[in-house]
């Protein structure tokens, strides 16, 4: 007892529980990063396994992706009760509405509790540096094998059959392929010459997403986190490696995207949130009137075919699909909005979308990652649900938590304790 009263017992004694503390955090954040690797690789491993090894079906997805969520859920864990509450009203909410379809969809539940648990893992984050690593280490590995499918194509599939893969999990027929004798994903050759650097072949490289429309939206991520991370150190080349992530692929949407963010970094912090909040509400809305109005039909594979087709779905959504308990819902997944609606409903949808927008930060520059992050999805959701993905979608949900999470200053990004209890969400 005497011994602890002392002022250098007392702390010695801090600081050892400070490097416990500090070990413990290490420990948690590289299991947090090899999940999200795994997020990223996971269908390139099954995909290999398929080729050389073998057959994969449609429950070996679901199997990876199951391990990779319910792990992450082990690493959101904490005294957060926040985190338990949003969890049970949404798992409460979807088994109202589930319980009025025909058929379980487990898959509806999945895509919405994967930005759930992935945001809350990203608050949990002390310093936005460690977001900055994940992200490095995420592009590193990304950009490593996309430039080896690109130059040593030949082996590449040789290794990983990719339009085969895709037809054993059922997502492709055989007679799919358009492109006679390729083992690629039936967009990874761009019919009728590149959009950038034609010089450079037909070939759109996919890397780890297998298909080169993610890699695109990867690259948009990487331009998203650049520009909000004004102050991260080698930030130009991130923005070298967003081009590049675009290029390889010829992903003329992920430079559209770009563009866009670009025009949002400036805005981010002049406009007020609620304008936020409602731009995929009212650029959902514009679609539909779009929808209505237009009396053509067919559309082409372009940029403005691809919101003509995005249109037309809205008109697939009914009364019943509107409040999430249609039974029969269509193919919607070219139309994000469409998509989401049918899944959760526009109750469940909004009331989770509130949550995002309005959520609790520490710095004020985080309302201008929630602008380039509401630019990026309702740009993405136009064209396609991919966003949905966990191969992205859980890389990008850490990074928005981390965003929310980062410190005010220097100071409290050192001492993470001193700032958890202003953030009801951390």
């Given at each position: 007892?005497?011994?602890?009263?002392?002022?250098?017992?007392?702390?010695?004694?801090?600081?050892?529980?400070?490097?416990?503390?500090?070990?413990?955090?290490k420990?948690?954040l590289?299991?947090?990063y090899?999940?999200?690797?795994?997020?990223?690789?996971?269908?390139?491993?099954?995909?290999f396994?398929n080729?050389?090894?073998?057959?994969?079906?449609?429950?070996?997805?679901?199997?990876?992706?199951?391990?990779?969520?319910?792990?992450?859920?082990?690493?959101?864990?904490s005294r957060?009760?926040?985190?338990?509450?949003i969890?049970?009203?949404?798992?409460?909410?979807?088994?109202?509405?589930?319980?009025?379809?025909?058929?379980?969809?487990l898959?509806?539940?999945?895509?919405?509790?994967?930005?759930?648990?992935?945001?809350?893992?990203?608050?949990?984050?002390?310093?936005?540096?460690?977001?900055?690593?994940?992200?490095?280490?995420?592009?590193?590995?990304?950009l490593?094998?996309g430039?080896?499918e690109?130059?040593?194509?030949?082996?590449?599939?040789?290794?990983?059959n990719?339009?085969?893969?895709y037809v054993?999990?059922?997502?492709?027929?055989?007679?799919?392929?358009?492109?006679?004798?390729?083992?690629?994903f039936?967009?990874?050759?761009?019919?009728?010459g590149r959009?950038?650097?034609?010089?450079l072949?037909d070939?759109?490289?996919?890397?780890?997403?297998?298909?080169?429309?993610?890699?695109?939206?990867f690259?948009?991520?990487?331009?998203?986190?650049?520009?909000?991370?004004?102050?991260?150190?080698?930030?130009?080349?991130?923005?070298?490696?967003?081009?590049?992530?675009?290029v390889?692929?010829?992903?003329?949407?992920g430079?559209?995207?770009?563009?866009?963010?670009?025009?949002a970094?400036?805005?981010?912090?002049?406009?007020?949130r609620?304008?936020?909040w409602s731009?995929?509400?009212?650029?959902?809305?514009?679609?539909?009137?779009?929808?209505?109005?237009?009396?053509?039909?067919?559309?082409?594979?372009n940029?403005?075919?691809r919101i003509?087709?995005?249109?037309?779905?809205?008109?697939?959504?009914?009364?019943e699909?509107?409040?999430?308990?249609?039974?029969?819902?269509?193919?919607?997944?070219?139309?994000?909005?469409?998509?989401?609606?049918a899944?959760?409903g526009?109750?469940g949808?909004?009331?989770?979308?509130t949550?995002?927008?309005?959520?609790?930060?520490k710095?004020?520059?985080?309302?201008?990652?929630?602008?380039?992050?509401?630019?990026?999805?309702?740009?993405?959701m136009?064209?396609?649900?991919?966003?949905?993905?966990?191969?992205?979608a859980?890389l990008?949900?850490?990074a928005?938590?981390?965003?929310?999470?980062?410190?005010?200053?220097?100071?409290s990004?050192?001492?993470?304790?001193?700032?958890q209890?202003?953030?009801?969400?951390r």
């Amino acid at each position: 007892m005497l011994s602890s009263s002392n002022p250098t017992t007392r702390q010695t004694l801090r600081l050892e529980l400070s490097a416990q503390d500090q070990n413990r955090y290490k420990l948690w954040l590289n299991a947090v990063y090899a999940v999200v690797l795994g997020t990223l690789t996971f269908n390139l491993a099954l995909a290999f396994a398929n080729t050389n090894a073998f057959r994969i079906s449609e429950s070996h997805v679901i199997l990876g992706e199951m391990i990779l969520l319910s792990t992450a859920m082990l690493l959101v864990l904490s005294r957060n009760a926040v985190f338990y509450l949003i969890v049970a009203m949404y798992l409460s909410y979807m088994a109202f509405i589930l319980a009025l379809r025909p058929e379980l969809d487990l898959k509806a539940i999945r895509d919405f509790l994967i930005p759930i648990v992935f945001y809350f893992i990203g608050r949990r984050f002390r310093r936005i540096e460690d977001a900055d690593r994940l992200i490095w280490i995420s592009t590193t590995l990304v950009l490593t094998i996309g430039f080896f499918e690109f130059f040593f194509l030949d082996i590449y599939a040789q290794l990983v059959n990719i339009f085969d893969y895709y037809v054993a999990r059922g997502t492709l027929a055989a007679d799919d392929n358009f492109v006679e004798g390729s083992n690629l994903f039936i967009s990874s050759t761009r019919i009728g010459g590149r959009n950038f650097f034609g010089f450079l072949g037909d070939l759109r490289a996919s890397s780890v997403f297998l298909e080169p429309v993610t890699m695109g939206n990867f690259g948009a991520f990487l331009c998203l986190w650049a520009l909000f991370r004004s102050g991260m150190r080698h930030r130009a080349l991130i923005f070298v490696a967003a081009f590049v992530a675009i290029v390889l692929p010829d992903a003329r949407f992920g430079m559209f995207v770009c563009v866009a963010l670009f025009a949002a970094a400036a805005l981010g912090m002049i406009i007020p949130r609620i304008i936020w909040w409602s731009l995929p509400l009212l650029t959902a809305f514009a679609l539909a009137i779009y929808g209505a109005w237009t009396a053509q039909l067919l559309w082409e594979d372009n940029l403005l075919g691809r919101i003509l087709h995005a249109s037309l779905l809205l008109q697939e959504i009914t009364w019943e699909a509107f409040w999430g308990v249609r039974p029969d819902a269509p193919f919607l997944a070219d139309n994000g909005f469409a998509y989401s609606i049918a899944q959760i409903g526009f109750i469940g949808l909004v009331g989770l979308w509130t949550l995002f927008v309005f959520a609790p930060y520490k710095n004020k520059r985080a309302l201008q990652f929630k602008a380039l992050a509401i630019t990026y999805i309702s740009l993405l959701m136009i064209v396609s649900n991919s966003f949905y993905s966990i191969k992205l979608a859980a890389l990008f949900w850490i990074a928005a938590g981390a965003a929310d999470a980062m410190a005010a200053n220097r100071r409290s990004a050192v001492n993470p304790a001193a700032g958890q209890s202003r953030s009801a969400l951390r």
